[in-house]
Nanobody
């Protein structure tokens, strides 16, 4: 079983930056492909970013490309989501997720096996 704990959310103004962290335990971290998703009130959970086991491959939703950066430090069992130029539309609960089978996590929530509890990000205009 893998446990994921997100942190770093908060309330910020439009244009600000935030860095989210997700700490993993319960399995060798380098064997997990990881991803970030978000869910706004009344909307479905949507893909934000994904990163391969080694960190060498990353992918982003078009809505965040150029503003968000996903990274990982396997020695620390942690992934990060650095968010710049935040917009009110980025307001959501952000979840990290782990895929135990794939080398590179995909963009569909169903591909992931483990989920964190989420961290709220609120961007005011």
């Amino acid at each position: 079983q893998v446990q994921l704990v997100e942190s770093g959310g908060g309330l910020v103004q439009a244009g600000a930056s935030l860095r989210l962290s997700c700490a993993a335990s319960g399995r060798t971290f380098s064997t997990l492909a990881m991803g970030w998703f978000r869910q706004a009130p009344g909307k479905e959970r949507e893909f934000v970013a994904a990163i391969s086991r080694s960190g060498g491959s990353t992918g982003y939703a078009d809505s965040v490309k150029g503003r968000f950066t996903i990274s990982r430090i396997n020695a620390n069992n942690t992934i990060y989501l650095q968010m710049y130029s935040l917009k009110p539309d980025d307001t959501a609960v952000y979840y990290c997720a782990a895929d135990r089978d794939a080398y590179y996590g995909g963009s569909r929530p169903g591909e992931y096996d483990y989920w964190g509890q989420g961290t709220q990000v609120t961007v005011s205009s």
